[in-house]
Every structure is written in structure tokens, then in C-alpha cells.
């Protein structure tokens, strides 16, 4: 992105964004990207990165673990590898080894599931591979502490068991001097130590002479000196020969590996940049979440549509203070170009100003903006930008003249890819013609199809906003009550500077208040204190607009509750009709299944018994109900003269009545719930809740 001037980012203040990003950064690598943040223009590439970031976001928010934990600056280390000759030591051989391992974390974390979730962190990894060779190779030398293996050669075991074996000699030989000593009492209180890497032992200065062997030393008191026995010097000869012969097969054993592994030193600088990568991914994901950043509709063309955009600085400062943000909503698009803001001072336009380019270079740097996500933000490939005083006193320009430099440059080289800024417009000069100059300026960016902001508080500005194709008005709304500003923007009507109420506010006497009154145009004073009279007008119809939403809110919310219960209602309703109709449905069936039993039992009665008349009388009983409670009620009261119900419980051998057409029979069998019952020649399966034990008349009167 072309920017004017090059402070541009300075005063938007971008630099203060930038700095926020590399306190998250834990890498030298995403350090310096951060640092150098670059704003670009491609479509492509812009969405890429603000995609890589709203999915880091997603991870960071759901708290998922992602595995990039190396944030050690090998890079010199890996160069060195790439020398020819070189050697590694062992402390850089572990950092290699912790960087490889993880981007073996990072490889196995991206499977099928994820390279498909989150299809953008891939494209990270999409170009390169994981070589296990390095770390294998690495253990195969080194143990985890980065010491050389005593098996990483076979001359290096047979020197260090050499030296085990010489060393417990040495120890065994030295145990025996220092207990002659002791016990001759040359010997100090600290009894031994080591001196340019040999065993010694310590002797009061007064008794050096007795000892024989050689002196390498005294204490600074001159109380002790320090002696290496006679008897051990050859010993500790043979271990310094030992440990020379170590050292020098573990240099030879490290640079064979630092020439194996030379050939993998761009593929482990690929691995370094990959974990800074992510690491500068997850420092865009965290600053998103501080100040709410989102991810709008990206558009390949100069558009803004910005709903409840936040300035990003004013966002988090005012969040650490417990204060609210007023957020901006506006479209600036091939119908409504250039936005004309007035209002009074320290009503909020510079910051509004403010919070549309910052947010526009974040985007294009690839940073999540704190807008609302159905936000529509195009591309831009330059953007001017004049706030402030800007006199110049090395080039002997005045606050005006410096303002019409720029505006020369403004008008010389935007077009229709361009956003502007500019601030109170015209500024600096006498009004009528500082008026017009503006007007003829913002008619030129008109004409030139650039987008852009200007404040003012000319009203030849804002009478052209009025009627000029591509310019709109808006205001920063000013609460007349109390006299304080309300930094809300409102789009498509002018906005009045509220001097008197100001001079009001502030404490000025009113007699001068009225005076200033009297010698404004009487024309312009009305015009003045129609906008002041339509913005509360405005204000007005916006908390009754906000009242009727809320009413409007609670009437749905109602709606919904009584859908819901006569839903319920109308569910239950369908329920009962269920059951009562499934009711009848199995009572259907019953009696269906009970007529198949009884047919079939009354066609195995006419195979078995002589009285052919008897089962036919069943079968018109069972076949032909017309006169069924007319039988059943004689049938009854002919049972009742000859049978009398009792409390007996269903047992075999017993008389029962049927309760549903009063027949009696003996019980002959029982199975579980049901019994066979013999009526006269016809056994019955019954239920024994049909069922009740009765006795003969004759009998209880016996």
C-alpha cells in the first residue's frame, strides 16, 4: 500500500498495534515479522493470513492445544551446519533435537480431521516434510542429557573403560595416602582436592616438606598447601592421557555428525521458520482476542461497510478501565464516496477518522479488526492522510500553505483505489475562502472517484454534502441537556458545532453569550439552530426507536411462549387421541385373538365329543351375540340360585365362576396367570383375575 506521508502509520497510530503484536511473539522470527508488519494489496494473501489467524483464534478460544513450544533462535547454530568442516557441540545438537521433535508434534497434530478443519494453519506445513533420520541419527550420539553414548564408537568404549579403570585405581591409591597422612597428621582439614584437573591432597605449609610428591599450590592464608602424592602420578598421568584421547574421539564423533547432518540444514532452517511462523499466527490470534478482533467479508475492490467498528487502542484502554466504547457504524461505496463529519470539538470525528484507517491498514496487514462480523471491508492501494497542524519552518510554510501541499498531492494523485483523510478541511484561513477552496478540493476527490472522510465545520461544506452526488453528511451526535458530547456517529444529516451551548458549558458570561448571538447572520443562526433543534429531534426518535425495538423484542418473545405452549397443548391433545386409539386397537385385537382360541377349541370339540348338539349350542352362543346380556342375566340368576361366591383363593380342584358370562366349572389346571377351566365337556384357558371361587347352595346348607 502506497501511504501519505510516510508518517501515515505513525499517525494513525499503527506503530502502538504493532508493538501490542510483538509483546505476544515469543520467537525472534515473529519478533521481527511483527515488527516490520507489512500492509499489502492482494486479495489473496490478505485473506490467507486473516484466515490463519481466525482459526489460531478458534484453537486459542476453545482452549485446544496446539503443539508449538520451541521458541529458541538457533538460526546461527543451523548455519553453522550447513559449513563444511564444521562442529557442533552437544548443547546445540539438543536444541536441534527439541526443534525436529517439534515439528514431529506439529506434523502428527495436523490429521486428516484437522488438515480439513482448519485447511489454512496447513498451508504452513503444506510445502515441506518431517525427516525422523535427524532425531534417530542424534540419539544414536547422544543421550538426553547431550552427552556423547559410550557406544557412539568403539574406540571411545574402549578409552572410557580404560579411564574407569584407571580412575578407580587412582582412588583406591589416593585413599591410602591421605589415610598415611591422617594418621602421621600432615594432613588439613580439607584433606584432598583437584589442581589443573589432578587429584591432590591438602597438607598444613608446615609439613610440605615431608611430604613427598609435587606442589601445585598453597591457600591464600599460606596455612595449606596442596600436594599430588608420589605414589599417584603416574596413575594421574595416565588419566590426563585418557581423558585427552576422550575428548579428542568426542570432537572426531561430533564432527562426523555435523557432517551427516549438514545436508538437512535448509530443511531444519524450514523447520525454525515454520515455528516462528505459528508462533506469529498465535501472537495475531491473542491480540484478537484482547480487542475482539473479527474476521469481516473481504471484498477485492475499494468498499467500506463497517457495523459497530471499534477503534482498537480506545477499545482496550477503555476496557481496562471499565468504560464503554462508542462503536462506529458507516458504508462508504460507489454511491456515497466521501463522508463530510461535523459536530463540535471534541465530539469525536478525529477519532472516528481514526478508527476507519487504523482498522482498514490492520486488515491489510493480515491483523482481525474489531468490527462486527457481517462487516463488508474492501482493498485499498493508497491512503492519504492530513490531520493535525502541520507547519512547516523548514520550508518557511505556514499552517496553510502546508495544508494546501497536501491537498495539491491529494488531488494530483488519488483515484478511485484511494482513501482519504482529512481533517477539518479548509482550516487556517479566512472562512468564505478557505470554504471555497475546500469545496473546490473535495469536488476534485469527488470527481476522481477517491474514498474518503473529511471533518469540518463549514457550512458551505455541509450545504454541498447536501446536494452533491457521491458526498453524504453525518454528525457526531452532542447531548444539549447536559451539554456533553455522545461520540456517536450519525449518518446523512449535517451536524451544528454547538458554540453557544459550549460557551455555556464552559462558563462564559451569558451577556457576552448574547451579544456574539446578535452580531451572527441572522440567516446562518437559524440554520445553526435548526440542526441543533433536528439532531435532538433525531436523538429523540432514537431512544423511541429503541424503546418500540424493545417493546417489539418482548412481543416476539411472547409470541414464541404462547406457540410454544399451544404447541405443547395441541402435542397432547394428538397424544391422548394416540393412546385412546391405540386402546381400542389392542382391545380390538384381543378380542380377535380370544375368537381364534375359542373357534379353534370349539372345532377340537366337535372332533372329540358325542353330543354333536351340545358344541353346536357353544358355537351359537359364540358366533351370535344378539341376545347375549338377555342369556348372560338368566344365566345368572340361575347360577346365583345354585352357587354362592366365596373368598377362596384359584387352586386346582376348585369351582369357579366366570365373571363375564357367569358359567362355572372346575379348575383342572394352572399355568402362571391363566387356568384350564372344564365347563361341562369344553376345557378353557382363562385368565385367573376372570375367575371366582363359588360353592353349591346345597352343600353350605348341609
Known amino acids: 500500500?502506497?501511504?501519505?506521508?510516510?508518517?501515515?502509520?505513525?499517525?494513525?497510530?499503527?506503530?502502538?498495534?504493532?508493538?501490542?503484536?510483538?509483546?505476544?511473539?515469543?520467537?525472534?522470527?515473529?519478533?521481527?515479522?511483527?515488527?516490520?508488519?507489512?500492509?499489502?494489496?492482494?486479495?489473496?494473501?490478505?485473506?490467507?493470513?486473516?484466515?490463519?489467524?481466525?482459526?489460531?483464534?478458534?484453537?486459542?478460544?476453545?482452549?485446544?492445544?496446539?503443539?508449538?513450544?520451541?521458541?529458541?533462535?538457533?538460526?546461527?547454530?543451523?548455519?553453522?551446519?550447513?559449513?563444511?568442516?564444521?562442529?557442533?557441540?552437544?548443547?546445540?545438537?539438543?536444541?536441534?533435537?527439541?526443534?525436529?521433535?517439534?515439528?514431529?508434534?506439529?506434523?502428527?497434530?495436523?490429521?486428516?480431521?484437522?488438515?480439513l478443519a482448519y485447511p489454512s494453519l496447513t498451508k504452513v506445513i503444506e510445502h515441506t516434510y518431517y525427516e525422523k533420520v535427524i532425531v534417530e541419527m542424534i540419539n544414536e550420539v547422544l543421550d538426553e542429557n547431550g552427552n556423547v553414548k559410550d557406544n557412539a564408537s568403539d574406540d571411545l568404549y574402549k578409552i572410557r573403560m580404560a579411564l574407569y579403570k584407571r580412575?578407580?585405581?587412582?582412588?583406591?591409591?589416593?585413599?591410602?595416602?591421605?589415610?598415611?597422612?591422617?594418621?602421621?597428621?600432615?594432613?588439613?582439614?580439607?584433606?584432598?582436592?583437584?589442581?589443573?584437573?589432578?587429584?591432590?591432597?591438602?597438607?598444613?605449609?608446615?609439613?610440605?616438606?615431608?611430604?613427598?610428591?609435587?606442589?601445585?599450590?598453597?591457600?591464600d592464608s599460606r596455612k595449606t598447601a596442596f600436594i599430588e602424592p608420589e605414589e599417584t602420578i603416574p596413575l594421574n598421568n595416565e588419566v590426563f592421557a585418557l581423558e585427552h584421547e576422550e575428548s579428542r574421539e568426542v570432537q572426531?564423533?561430533?564432527?562426523?555428525?555435523?557432517?551427516?547432518?549438514?545436508?538437512?540444514?535448509?530443511?531444519?532452517?524450514?523447520?525454525?521458520?515454520?515455528?516462528?511462523?505459528?508462533?506469529?499466527?498465535?501472537?495475531?490470534?491473542?491480540l484478537a482476542v484482547d480487542m475482539n478482533g473479527q474476521f469481516p467479508n473481504l471484498l477485492d475492490k475499494a468498499h467500506l461497510e463497517l457495523k459497530d467498528a471499534?477503534?482498537?487502542?480506545?477499545?482496550?484502554?477503555?476496557?481496562?478501565?471499565?468504560?464503554?466504547?462508542?462503536?462506529?457504524?458507516?458504508?462508504?461505496?460507489?454511491?456515497?464516496?466521501?463522508l463530510v463529519i461535523s459536530g463540535p470539538n471534541a465530539g469525536g470525528k478525529t477519532v472516528t477518522m481514526k478508527t476507519i484507517g487504523l482498522n482498514q491498514i490492520m486488515l491489510q496487514s493480515g491483523l482481525l479488526v474489531p468490527v462486527h462480523p457481517t462487516s463488508q471491508m474492501g482493498i485499498f492501494k493508497q491512503l492519504f492522510i492530513h490531520i493535525g497542524d502541520t507547519q512547516s519552518i523548514e520550508f518557511e510554510l505556514s499552517t496553510y500553505s502546508?495544508?494546501?501541499?497536501?491537498?495539491?498531492?491529494f488531488i494530483e494523485v488519488a483515484n478511485g483505489k484511494t482513501l482519504f483523510f482529512i481533517d477539518e478541511l479548509g482550516s487556517g484561513s479566512d472562512p468564505n475562502l478557505g470554504g471555497a477552496f475546500a469545496e473546490v478540493i473535495m469536488e476534485e476527490l469527488g470527481r476522481r472517484h477517491a474514498f474518503g472522510i473529511v471533518t469540518t465545520h463549514y457550512l458551505n461544506l455541509k450545504v454541498m454534502a447536501n446536494h452533491t452526488q457521491g458526498i453524504i453528511n453525518g454528525a457526531m451526535q452532542f447531548d444539549e441537556v447536559h451539554l456533553q458530547p455522545m461520540y456517536k456517529l450519525i449518518v446523512g444529516k449535517p451536524g451544528s458545532s454547538y458554540t453557544f451551548s459550549i460557551a455555556e458549558r464552559i462558563g462564559l458570561p451569558q451577556h457576552l453569550i448574547n451579544r456574539a448571538r446578535k452580531l451572527v447572520d441572522e440567516d446562518h443562526f437559524k440554520l445553526d439552530r435548526l440542526l441543533n433543534r433536528t439532531e435532538q429531534d433525531l436523538q429523540q426518535l432514537d431512544i423511541e426507536k429503541k424503546d418500540l425495538h424493545k417493546l417489539i423484542r418482548e412481543n416476539e418473545k411472547l409470541k414464541k411462549e404462547m406457540e410454544t405452549v399451544l404447541n405443547k397443548e395441541r402435542h397432547q391433545q394428538q397424544i391422548e387421541t394416540l393412546k385412546h386409539q391405540n386402546q381400542i386397537t389392542e382391545e380390538r385385537l384381543a378380542y380377535l385373538k380370544d375368537m381364534e382360541r375359542k373357534l379353534k377349541q370349539v372345532a377340537l370339540d366337535w372332533k372329540k365329543s358325542e353330543n354333536k348338539e351340545q358344541v353346536v349350542k357353544s358355537l351359537h352362543t359364540l358366533l351370535f351375540k344378539g341376545n347375549e346380556k338377555v342369556v348372560v342375566n338368566k344365566l345368572a340368576k340361575k347360577v346365583d340360585k345354585k352357587f354362592v361366591e366365596i373368598k377362596q383363593d384359584i387352586v386346582v380342584g376348585a369351582l369357579v365362576k366366570l365373571k363375564k358370562n357367569y358359567q362355572v366349572g372346575e379348575v383342572k389346571e394352572i399355568r402362571g396367570k391363566r387356568a384350564i377351566v372344564q365347563i361341562g365337556l369344553l376345557p378353557m384357558n382363562v385368565e385367573i383375575d376372570d375367575l371366582v371361587a363359588v360353592e353349591k347352595l346345597e352343600e353350605k346348607v348341609e
Request: hydrophobic residues 40%; charged residues 30%.
Open 167 to 219: 580412575r578407580n585405581e587412582l582412588r583406591r591409591m589416593f585413599e591410602k595416602v591421605v589415610a598415611k597422612l591422617n594418621k602421621a597428621g600432615y594432613s588439613a582439614e580439607i584433606e584432598e582436592g583437584f589442581s589443573n584437573g589432578r587429584r591432590v591432597v591438602a597438607v598444613f605449609a608446615e609439613h610440605k616438606r615431608q611430604v613427598k610428591g609435587i606442589l601445585h599450590g598453597e591457600s
Open 402 to 409: 502546508s495544508h494546501l501541499q497536501h491537498m495539491k498531492h
Open 1 to 115: 500500500m502506497r501511504l501519505y506521508p510516510e508518517t501515515a502509520t505513525i499517525q494513525l497510530e499503527f506503530d502502538k498495534v504493532k508493538a501490542l503484536l510483538v509483546d505476544h511473539c515469543k520467537t525472534v522470527y515473529a519478533q521481527e515479522k511483527a515488527d516490520n508488519l507489512r500492509i499489502h494489496t492482494k486479495k489473496d494473501y490478505i485473506e490467507l493470513e486473516l484466515q490463519q489467524s481466525h482459526e489460531y483464534k478458534l484453537l486459542y478460544q476453545q482452549s485446544l492445544y496446539f503443539p508449538n513450544d520451541f521458541t529458541l533462535n538457533i538460526q546461527k547454530d543451523i548455519k553453522l551446519l550447513g559449513i563444511p568442516g564444521a562442529l557442533l557441540v552437544s548443547e546445540q545438537w539438543i536444541h536441534i533435537k527439541k526443534l525436529a521433535e517439534n515439528i514431529s508434534n506439529i506434523f502428527r497434530w495436523f490429521d486428516t480431521e484437522k488438515r
Open 310 to 338: 471499534y477503534h482498537p487502542l480506545l477499545y482496550l484502554y477503555n476496557k481496562a478501565s471499565n468504560k464503554p466504547t462508542i462503536p462506529v457504524t458507516l458504508t462508504l461505496d460507489e454511491k456515497s464516496r466521501i
Open 252 to 286: 572426531r564423533i561430533l564432527r562426523a555428525l555435523t557432517s551427516k547432518l549438514s545436508v538437512y540444514s535448509g530443511l531444519l532452517m524450514g523447520y525454525l521458520e515454520i515455528v516462528g511462523e505459528f508462533d506469529f499466527i498465535k501472537a495475531k490470534a491473542k
